[in-house]
């Protein structure tokens, strides 16, 4: 199959249906910028990590293993987060699993309707392109399955942790490194590592980073809105 990821066409050589299945949204027909073998061996050892899953699924874990790697050693992340879009500019909030970042994107559903679309639930692509950060959907986008097959400028990333009272300030990311860098997926190779930190710290410099504690209410989505999207462009 060929897919384009992030802008990317991949032609994966896969055994196991279920990728087609998982990534049937991002079919393409353009001629392939880089290949991808899966073979039995690396779904074994996947497998190893992933004891229970299924080899279809650990297949597709490799898929993702092997895109991420690609961005990794040029242009871009794959970084732990549900993205937004709202009056055309993308946001993300990130947290560790089970913090409420789809809780709380659903309540910017809630509050502002079609304004705001989904653009992933889990596993989005960060790309650096003419100058611009700009966020990309994927197919490993949750268990929901949000996600769209599109790309828009990345305007800010919170940080988001639970509390009874909503507050949000704008933080020097600085302060947040080891918080917003353990969000990020990447391959301890000694180039993977020196390119993630690398992109990091240049997008961290360049996109607004705020401390987001709320609560689940759509309250909360109010509060992230005016302070968020207030400088946009």
Known sequence: MKIKIAGVVFDVKHIYPYAERAAKDYFTDEIADFAIEI?????ARAGEKSKDFSPAYNEWLEIHRQICRYFEERDGIMMHGAVISYN??????????GTGKTTHVMQWKKLCGDRVEIINGDKPIIRFMDGEYFVYGTPWCGKERFNINTRMKLCGIALLSRAEENRIERVDPAEYLNRLISQIYFHKTPECVSNTLDFADKMLKSVPVYSLQCNIGV??????????TEHSN
């Open 39 to 43: 073979t039995k061996e690396q779904i």
């Open 88 to 97: 055309g500019a993308a946001y993300m909030f990130t947290a560790p699993s």
């Open 219 to 228: 309250e909360a989505a109010e509060v992230a809105r005016r302070a968020m």
